[in-house]
């Protein structure tokens, strides 16, 4: 079982070398876009965090927040997103983050439908896609069936391992680690993803 944190501008500047020599952390999922009222911009810390885990050889994977109910929206998301990952690595997955109550708006279908399409082109890139949202809106705003070929991060804070198929679960937003200040996000994966992407050359510079 492997542990991996997610982390935005809201912990506040982290000391990683302290995070690396707890030995508690297996890997980070940096967010990497956030929104302002549906607008999308580069979080304020992902180049700060970037740096420093790659320093540390910390793995790293990256998530971004999606507010997008139309193409033309996704596609400024996805477009801004390879700005700030032109030229970094990644070890773990590239996560589109879906749970903003504005995706509300669309059907279960046409939101999984967009957001597979985001999926794709992250595939395209020659990243590892994943999908992250939380149980009641798996349940209730998507169609899982649409997005079964991509790993789901799963949200759930009830205690008990979510019985949905899933590649990463997210336990808690109250955990503690030593050199953050404050709450994390902690998640449990049984893959190892560091491993996965190498073999399949998913690991390689963004272009």
Not at 31 to 46: E, K, N, Q, V
Request: hydrophobic residues 40%; contains cysteine; charged residues 20%.
């Amino acid at each position: 079982m492997f542990t991996v944190l997610d982390v935005s501008r809201w912990q506040g500047r982290i000391d990683w070398d302290t995070v690396k020599a707890s030995g508690r952390v297996h890997g980070v999922m940096l967010r990497a876009l956030g929104s302002r009222s549906g607008t999308p911009y580069i979080d304020p810390m992902f180049e700060t965090n970037y740096s420093a885990c790659t320093r540390l050889g910390i793995p790293v994977g990256i998530y971004y927040y999606s507010c997008a109910v139309t193409a033309p929206q996704r596609d400024a998301e996805l477009a801004l997103l390879h700005d700030a990952l032109r030229g970094k690595r990644l070890q773990l997955p590239a996560a589109i983050d879906v749970e903003d109550a504005r995706l509300r708006a669309l059907t279960p279908d046409a939101l999984s439908a967009l957001v597979a399409g985001a999926a794709r082109q992250l595939e395209h890139w020659g990243l590892y896609a994943m999908v992250y949202t939380y149980t009641h809106f798996a349940d209730t705003a998507l169609h899982m069936d649409t997005l079964a070929p991509f790993d789901l991060w799963l949200a759930d804070y009830r205690g008990k391992r979510p019985a949905r198929r899933h590649g990463m679960w997210q336990y808690t937003s109250s955990g503690r680690v030593p050199g953050i200040s404050g709450p994390v996000d902690l998640n449990r994966t049984e893959k190892d993803y560091p491993a996965l992407l190498h073999r399949a050359g998913l690991d390689c510079t963004i272009l």
